[in-house]
C-alpha cells in the first residue's frame, strides 16, 4: 500500500514540482523560512520539509496555499481558528530548496505577507526555503564578497535603457590591472534579470567556491532575456533574433567597454535554465565565434550535427534535475563526446525544475569554465 | 464653504501623510502606475492625482485600499462588481510623488498583486507613484547610468555580513586612476538600505545631474541603519553606538580600500532621512574628523553650539516638505548661519513626509557638496 502511494505520488510530481512523502509523524521542529521578510515567524519549515502557514484574514471565507499536494484541492487548504488566523501544514515533505507560492483569499490571488517576493510566472511570488542537506555551498559566509553591481545599458535595437547585473569576484575592485573572463547567464520564462542572485544565490556561490580555491575568478553577466512587444508576455510569439542583437551587440560591447573583461571568444561563456537554455542553444549555434563554453540547465540539450567547428568549442555541459528528463540529458551528452565534443551532464538528486537544480548546476558547471 | 473644507483637509494632512483635494469632476486620462508590476493595468493614476484600483476577490466581504482620505474610512473602500472585481477610487487628488499602500481584505493585509514592493515600515508594501510636474529630474533618460552595486561588508561589531549599495559614478568604470568624494546616505525607519534606490531614485537623480554638469560625481554608499537585536524592531530601543560603529569603524574603511575614494574629512558627508537625519545629526556632531558636509532631510535640526570646530565644517544642509514643519528648518537655518556657519534651507512645496521631499531634497543638496 505504501508503495503504491509513492509511486502516484512521483506521477504528480511531474506536474507540480515536487514530490512529498507523508510521513507517520510530523516533528514539531519548525523554524521561520530563510527567506521570510524580516521579523516573520511564518511561513515555517520542519526538519522533514513540512511548511506550516499562518495568514490572518478574520473575514475571509477561504485561504488556501499554492505549495502541497496540488491537484484536486489546489494545494493546502488553511482552516481558521478562533483567533482570526487561518493556519496549516503541507500534507506531506517538499522537495529540497527554492519553491515559489501565493495565496488564493476568496478567489484572488495575494502573496503571503510573511515571505520575500521573487519574480517568477511574470509576477513578484512569494518564496519559501526548504533547509537543503547540501545548503552549504550557497549560504551566506564569512568568505571575501564579491559585488553584484546593476548597470543600465543603452540598446539601440530597442529604443531602451537596460538593465543587467553584474557579479564581479571580491579581487575586482582589489587589483585594478587584473582582467577577467564573461559567463552570460539567463534566468527562465516569468523570471528577470533578479534571478540568478536572488533565488540562484549565485553571487554566494561564486564567493564560496572562490575562497576554497575551486574556481577560476570570473565576471558574471545577466540581464533580461526578453524583447517582444508585450515585454513580459508569452513565449508563442518570443523569437531570439532580437534579443540575440541585444546580447551580443549592445550588450557584450557595453561590458567590454565599461568592465575589465578579457574580450575574445574563448574567455567568454554562456548558460541559461529553462528557456534561457533555449536561448543560450540558439544563440552559441548562431554566434560560434562569440561564446566557446555552452551550457544548458534544464533547456534542452545540443546536437553534435549542430556544432559547426569543434575547435573553437571548449565546453558543452547539460544539466537536469532527477525529476525531468535526466535520460535525454545523458544520452545526449554521450552523443556529444562520442562525436569529440567535450560534454559534460549532470544531474541534480530529487530536484525538479526548481532553482536547487540549478544553484546545484551552477557550481558543477563553475569549476568547468575557462581552464 | 470651500476653504473652510481646505482648512480640514490640511489638519488632516499632517496625519495621512497627503492632502487631497476634491475637484468637481474626474478627468477620465488614467494610466498604470510607472511603478506597476510588469504588465499590469491596476492601479491607475490620472493627470488630477487620483488613483484607480481594481482587484480580483470574488467572494471577498471588504476591500479596502490604505490610500486615500483616511480618517473614519480608513482609506478607499472599493466597491464589488458583478463580475468579481472589486474597483474604486481615491475620493481626492493625492500628492504629488510616491506613496507606500496596501489592501486590507476580510481584515488581512496584503499587497496589491498590480503594484511593485518597496520596504517601508519594516514590511515590503505596495507603491505608487502620483506623475508629480518636476518629475524630469528622477526620470530614465538617455545618458551615461552610473551603477548600484550590493557589496557584502564584513561586521565585526555585530558578527555578520552586512549589505550596503554603493553608487558609482558613470565614470567610475571609465577612468580606473580618478578617486572620488563619497557620502554616506542614510534611510528612515521601517525602511531598509533599498530605499534611496528604490524609491528615492537617487542613482537616477545622480545619472542626471551629471549629465547636466551640475554636479561634481561622486560615490554614494546605502546601508542599513539599525543594529538592535530585534533587528527590525521599534526605534525605542535604538541606541546610535552600535550603528556609528558599523559606520565609521566598519563600512568606511571597507569602502576606503575596495573603493576608490578620496578617503579624508574634507570629502566625506552624511546625509540622512528622517531617521537617518538623526542618526546623521548624532554621528556627524560625534565624528567631527570624519565628516565635512551633514543633511537632514526631515530629519531635525543642529543647534550652532553642537558644532564644536566649525572650521572643519563646510556645509549643513536641512530640508523638508512644505507639509511638513517648514518653519523650524527655516528658524534653524536662520540661526546657524548668524552663528556662521554655512547653512542651506530647503523646502519641498506641496509635499510631506514623503519620497517626493526627500527626492527634491538630494537634488538640491547634490551641487553643494564637495565643491
Redesign the interface.
Known amino acids: 500500500m505504501k508503495q503504491y502511494r509513492i509511486v502516484i505520488l512521483l506521477i504528480l510530481s511531474s506536474f507540480v514540482g515536487f514530490a512529498q512523502t507523508k510521513t507517520a509523524s510530523i516533528i514539531e521542529d519548525f523554524k521561520p523560512s530563510v527567506v521570510n521578510?524580516?521579523?516573520q515567524e511564518y511561513p515555517k519549515v520542519n526538519s522533514q520539509g513540512y511548511a506550516r502557514f499562518q495568514?490572518?484574514?478574520?473575514?475571509?471565507?477561504?485561504v488556501v496555499v499554492s505549495l502541497g499536494l496540488g491537484g484536486a484541492k489546489g494545494g493546502t487548504v488553511l482552516a481558521k481558528d478562533q483567533d482570526?488566523y487561518w493556519r496549516g501544514t503541507t500534507e506531506g515533505a517538499m522537495d529540497e530548496g527554492f519553491h515559489y507560492y501565493h495565496?488564493t483569499?476568496?478567489?484572488?490571488?495575494?502573496?503571503d505577507?510573511g515571505a520575500?517576493?521573487f519574480y517568477g510566472s511574470?509576477?513578484?511570488e512569494s518564496g519559501i526555503e526548504i533547509p537543503a542537506h547540501d545548503q552549504d555551498f550557497y549560504a551566506?559566509?564569512?568568505v571575501p564578497?564579491g559585488?553584484?553591481?546593476?548597470?543600465?545599458?543603452?540598446s539601440k535595437s530597442t529604443n531602451t535603457?537596460r538593465r543587467a547585473f553584474?557579479y564581479t569576484p571580491p579581487s575586482y575592485?582589489?587589483d585594478?590591472d587584473k582582467k577577467y573572463p564573461v559567463l552570460y547567464l539567463q534566468h527562465g520564462w516569468g523570471e528577470?534579470e533578479t534571478a540568478w542572485?536572488n533565488q540562484g544565490r549565485v553571487?554566494l556561490i561564486m564567493d564560496n567556491l572562490i575562497a576554497e580555491g575551486k574556481i577560476k575568478p570570473f565576471i558574471i553577466v545577466m540581464t533580461y532575456g526578453m524583447t517582444n512587444e508585450?515585454?513580459?508576455?508569452g513565449l508563442a510569439s518570443f523569437k531570439i533574433e532580437p534579443f540575440q542583437t541585444v546580447l551580443v551587440e549592445e550588450l557584450i560591447p557595453y561590458i567590454d567597454s565599461?568592465?575589465r573583461t578579457i574580450s575574445n571568444q574563448a574567455n567568454r561563456a554562456m548558460a541559461g535554465l529553462s528557456m534561457g537554455g533555449m536561448e543560450t542553444h540558439s544563440i552559441t549555434v548562431n554566434k560560434p565565434d562569440v561564446f566557446s563554453h555552452y551550457a544548458l540547465l534544464s533547456g534542452g540539450i545540443y546536437k553534435p550535427e549542430e556544432i559547426e567547428d569543434k575547435s573553437k568549442l571548449k565546453l558543452i555541459f547539460i544539466s537536469c534535475g532527477s525529476r525531468e528528463r535526466p535520460e535525454s540529458v545523458q544520452s545526449a551528452v554521450k552523443t556529444l563526446k562520442d562525436a569529440g565534443v567535450n560534454a559534460v551532464s549532470y544531474i541534480s538528486e530529487n530536484t525538479a525544475h526548481e532553482f536547487l537544480t540549478w544553484r546545484r548546476s551552477f557550481k558543477e558547471l563553475a569549476p568547468l569554465l575557462f581552464r
Not at 559585488?147 to 543603452?154: A, E, G, S, W, Y
Open positions: 521578510q524580516p521579523g495568514i490572518s484574514a478574520p473575514e475571509a471565507k477561504s482570526g495565496l483569499i476568496d478567489g484572488g490571488i495575494f502573496n505577507p520575500l517576493n511574470t509576477r513578484w551566506l559566509k564569512d564578497h559585488n553584484v553591481q546593476q548597470i543600465l545599458f543603452p535603457s553584474v575592485h582589489k585594478k528577470d542572485s553571487n508585450v515585454k513580459y508576455g565599461n568592465f
